[in-house]
């Protein structure tokens, strides 16, 4: 089972970003990610073998992360994977305690998560857009506030319409 951790917004959030999802499609081209698969991914573990699974629950049992708010308020674009995203030009320190003791925990377990690359927080808003000789100029967007009181565990599954996600565990944030 392909498994990972994320932050999921409320419907009002994930909406906003579905707007400014579908604009830049207008805009540049690409697929907008579908409203209800909009997320933050915290710790992205891959294929799991299913027998793993309690001691992931259990990992992210143990971490004892804040509530927080995070503001979206910036776009970026990775040309080597061709997305567009969204994301905070200064996220919450909370943020960055709770990945940190997610990936600890997990590591304590022995499951492995994706960490070659420095964590940036981002919400992927468009896929397969079309490639650029130049750079990209991106607009400036209207800042989002998404409070954060819970993540997911959440299973992922490929379907022809593109990846389906379903929660297979909520954790909650103590309140700041």
């Known amino acids: 089972m392909r498994l990972f951790f994320a932050l999921w917004p409320p419907e009002s959030v994930a ?29 992205f573990l891959g294929e799991v073998d299913e027998t793993l699974l309690p001691a992931a629950i259990r990992a992210a049992q143990v971490v004892r992360g804040k509530s927080f708010a995070l503001t979206i308020d910036r776009l970026g674009y990775w040309r080597h994977n061709r997305l567009l995203w969204a994301g905070c030009s200064s996220p919450a320190e909370e943020l960055r305690i709770l990945v940190e003791s997610l990936r600890e925990q997990l590591r304590a377990v022995s499951i492995c998560c994706d960490e070659k690359q420095r964590f940036t927080p981002h919400v992927t808003l468009v896929r397969k857009v079309p490639d650029w000789q130049g750079a990209l100029e991106l607009a400036a967007v209207e800042p989002i506030t998404w409070p954060c009181r819970s993540f997911l565990l959440v299973c992922s599954r490929l379907a022809s319409a593109g990846s389906e996600y379903s929660a297979v565990a909520e954790f909650s944030l103590a309140n700041g």
């Open 15 to 43: 909406q906003a970003l579905a707007g400014q999802a579908d604009a830049l499609v207008r805009q540049y081209g690409g697929k907008a990610t579908r409203t209800e698969t909009i997320h933050l991914t915290l710790a």
